[in-house]
């Protein structure tokens, strides 16, 4: 806890901003659409009024408007971002349905079941550097659910028959699917993916001990160059690996090998570099100077000055450099956007313990 307190890492946000942009996210949405949204909701509460007033049972159609229009909307919607204001029309416009066709307040556990439900893809989408109104959007099963409930109140409540209710459900869960399929082949629907789920069908097997998972086919040509550079190189598994590329958090794992100090050592933000020379002040020197390292000097997110402040607090660099690897450039637009790969170092230590240690046994 020490380290925590004594530096931080800033990247520009803050927690507290994350639904001030939120909101200014739906806002914008709003706006731009606001015609459309206060049409449906005038139109449902004109002829709402109209049904109650006649005594008609024309509710049900009602209702199967507001579901079909949340359905075509989904199919069709000019941005992710007004997923949330037209889902919240509509469930308000069900809300205000139930308590007049049963001349009460709603149930206050289904309100705040419903208000759960809606809360969910802002909470998975918290911390994300994609705008949360957009990147919420992935999660929209939840919002759906929530509508799915409310058909199932009102089917309780013999507001419509079994038919229509069947059919209500039906004209919902095919989106409610679409949103399950996408991310198999549409890349805008992965977060952190290079490539769709359904190209992600090579298996590699990494890790100590190793187990197998499923990649694309430039993420294993990747790993299996970078394994064949640590088999050259004479990497044990098992060995010390210190990671300064500041963001191949999953080169240690798939090496193999034992991260040194911090299991990710975050780079590119402000204060990064204090965290890199707090850890080497707290790590034993005789573990650091055994350790295996890796480097980039082409990754914005790369640990900068790294060799001076290591030679400042050693005095001395006694690794070597004993191979070089391009992996696949893992960001998307920026002034880089014309890069396709950065390069990687391997360093070895002068004394390999690990691998020392097996030469005896």
């Given at each position: 806890?020490?380290?925590?307190?004594?530096?931080?890492?800033?990247?520009?946000?803050?927690?507290?901003?994350?639904?001030?942009?939120?909101?200014?996210?739906?806002?914008?949405?709003?706006?731009?659409?606001?015609?459309?949204?206060?049409?449906?909701?005038?139109?449902?509460?004109?002829?709402?009024?109209?049904?109650?007033?006649?005594k008609s049972?024309?509710?049900?159609?009602?209702?199967?408007?507001?579901?079909?229009?949340?359905?075509?909307?989904?199919?069709?919607?000019?941005?992710?971002?007004?997923?949330?204001?037209?889902?919240?029309?509509?469930?308000?416009?069900?809300?205000?349905?139930?308590?007049?066709?049963?001349?009460?307040?709603?149930?206050?556990?289904?309100?705040?079941?419903?208000?759960?439900?809606?809360?969910?893809?802002?909470?998975?989408?918290?911390?994300?550097?994609?705008?949360?109104?957009?990147?919420?959007?992935?999660?929209f099963i939840?919002?759906?659910?929530?509508?799915?409930?409310?058909?199932?109140?009102?089917?309780?409540?013999?507001?419509?028959?079994?038919?229509?209710?069947?059919?209500?459900?039906?004209?919902?869960?095919?989106?409610?699917?679409?949103?399950?399929?996408?991310?198999?082949?549409?890349?805008?629907?992965?977060?952190?993916?290079?490539?769709?789920?359904?190209?992600?069908?090579?298996?590699?097997?990494?890790?100590?001990?190793?187990?197998?998972?499923?990649?694309?086919?430039?993420?294993?040509?990747?790993?299996?160059?970078?394994?064949?550079?640590?088999?050259?190189?004479?990497?044990?598994?098992?060995?010390?690996?210190?990671?300064?590329?500041?963001?191949?958090?999953?080169?240690?794992?798939a090496a193999?090998?034992?991260?040194?100090?911090?299991?990710?050592?975050?780079?590119?933000?402000?204060?990064?570099?204090?965290?890199?020379?707090?850890?080497?002040?707290?790590?034993?020197?005789?573990?650091?100077?055994?350790?295996?390292?890796?480097?980039?000097?082409?990754?914005?997110?790369?640990?900068?000055?790294?060799?001076?402040?290591?030679?400042?607090?050693?005095?001395?660099?006694?690794?070597?450099?004993?191979?070089?690897?391009?992996?696949?450039?893992?960001?998307?637009?920026?002034?880089?956007?014309?890069?396709?790969?950065?390069?990687?170092?391997?360093?070895?230590?002068?004394?390999?313990?690990?691998?020392?240690?097996?030469?005896?046994?």
């Amino acid at each position: 806890m020490r380290g925590v307190r004594s530096t931080y890492l800033l990247d520009g946000r803050s927690l507290l901003n994350a639904p001030r942009e939120f909101s200014w996210d739906i806002q914008r949405s709003f706006f731009s659409f606001w015609w459309v949204y206060l049409s449906i909701f005038v139109f449902y509460l004109i002829s709402l009024l109209t049904v109650v007033y006649y005594k008609s049972k024309k509710i049900s159609a009602l209702i199967l408007f507001l579901v079909f229009t949340l359905a075509l909307w989904i199919v069709v919607r000019p941005d992710p971002a007004t997923l949330y204001p037209i889902v919240f029309v509509v469930i308000t416009l069900l809300f205000i349905t139930n308590i007049v066709m049963n001349n009460e307040k709603s149930d206050r556990r289904l309100a705040a079941l419903i208000i759960l439900f809606l809360a969910l893809p802002f909470g998975y989408s918290w911390g994300t550097n994609v705008p949360i109104a957009r990147h919420s959007s992935m999660a929209f099963i939840f919002p759906l659910t929530a509508c799915l409930l409310m058909l199932k109140t009102f089917f309780n409540q013999s507001i419509f028959d079994k038919q229509t209710y069947l059919f209500a459900l039906t004209v919902l869960c095919i989106p409610a699917l679409w949103f399950q399929i996408t991310p198999w082949f549409d890349l805008d629907h992965n977060y952190r993916l290079h490539t769709p789920l359904m190209e992600q069908k090579y298996p590699i097997s990494i890790g100590n001990p190793s187990s197998t998972v499923f990649v694309d086919a430039v993420m294993r040509d990747d790993i299996t160059a970078f394994l064949e550079m640590l088999s050259t190189a004479g990497f044990v598994k098992g060995s010390s690996l210190f990671d300064l590329t500041g963001d191949s958090v999953g080169l240690v794992y798939a090496a193999g090998g034992k991260p040194v100090g911090t299991a990710w050592l975050l780079g590119g933000y402000q204060g990064s570099e204090k965290v890199f020379e707090y850890l080497i002040d707290s790590v034993d020197k005789t573990q650091l100077e055994n350790a295996w390292l890796i480097t980039s000097e082409d990754n914005p997110r790369h640990i900068k000055e790294w060799k001076e402040i290591w030679l400042r607090k050693f005095g001395k660099f006694t690794h070597t450099a004993v191979g070089m690897r391009c992996l696949r450039w893992p960001y998307k637009g920026g002034k880089f956007s014309n890069k396709s790969c950065y390069e990687i170092t391997l360093w070895k230590p002068a004394i390999d313990v690990v691998a020392k240690r097996q030469i005896i046994n």
